[in-house]
């Protein structure tokens, strides 16, 4: 599901695509000229811009040129019945992502549609995460030791997501110590040495001679890669 903007002043033309998107299950929005299409991408935040050109008072060149030197950046496929090539080297040159002219055929315009959709994804944020022998499960909270599910104290999953988040990097333990444990004033340093131990014991080969949870000398720990 994506939002798309339609900036057409044909009706029938707009409400025929909306149609055809809305079956695609997208949100979509229609906007009948340039002002009304400039404060829709404010307020509706499209993914995608399906773009008419000739348009009653502000054109879709200048709506377009105003959009990327705004630095918004999203998909802008122009569909236009200016049809010369010198009008789609001046739509690219303004910043469209694609071009089709009218007369189109619905089919192809759904399909150059999702492909630009597809291309602007942002891919999603990684959930595992894996040093050594050991995987992390980010989002159900679980770790596994070569293959084998090693279950953690909350507190120690905490910490290890802590040290994770600045990997390579070291954290001090009065950093570890506000982000796992909030400031709490009945635990102290020495209670983060103890769940790095937990942490040593359960995922390290050999805890007493750590290869990923290092102590920094005189600062905290750090999660070697
Ligand atoms: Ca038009």
């Known amino acids: 599901?994506?939002?798309?903007?339609?900036?057409?002043?044909?009706?029938?033309?707009?409400?025929?695509?909306?149609?055809?998107?809305?079956?695609?299950?997208?949100?979509?929005?229609?906007?009948?000229?340039?002002?009304?299409?400039?404060?829709?991408?404010?307020?509706?935040?499209?993914?995608?811009?399906?773009?008419?050109?000739?348009?009653?008072?502000?054109?879709?060149?200048?709506?377009?040129?105003?959009?990327?030197?705004?630095?918004?950046?999203?998909?802008v496929l122009i569909l236009s019945a200016r049809a010369e090539e010198i009008d789609k080297v001046r739509g690219f040159r303004t910043g469209a992502d694609d071009y089709v002219t009218k007369p189109f055929g619905v089919m192809e315009l759904m399909l150059r549609v999702q492909a630009l959709l597809r291309r602007s994804a942002v891919p999603p944020s990684p959930t595992r995460f894996a040093f050594g022998e050991v995987t992390v499960d980010v989002e159900n909270r679980m770790a596994w030791r070569a293959g084998r599910e090693v279950v953690l104290t909350p507190r120690a999953f905490d910490l290890l997501l802590a040290l994770i988040d600045k990997i390579d990097r070291p954290v001090t333990r009065q950093e570890l110590l506000r982000t796992v444990w909030q400031y709490d004033s009945s635990v102290s340093t020495r209670t983060v040495d103890a769940h790095v131990a937990e942490l040593r014991r359960k995922l390290e080969v050999l805890p007493g001679e750590p290869k990923h949870i290092l102590t920094v000398h005189r600062v905290g720990y750090r999660l070697r890669a």
């Open 1 to 75: 599901v994506s939002r798309i903007l339609i900036v057409e002043d044909e009706h029938n033309l707009a409400l025929g695509l909306r149609a055809n998107l809305e079956v695609e299950s997208h949100e979509v929005v229609v906007a009948g000229d340039g002002e009304s299409a400039l404060a829709a991408v404010d307020a509706f935040k499209p993914e995608l811009v399906i773009l008419d050109l000739m348009l009653p008072g502000i054109d879709g060149y200048e709506i377009l040129e105003r959009l990327r030197s705004m630095g918004v950046n999203v998909p």
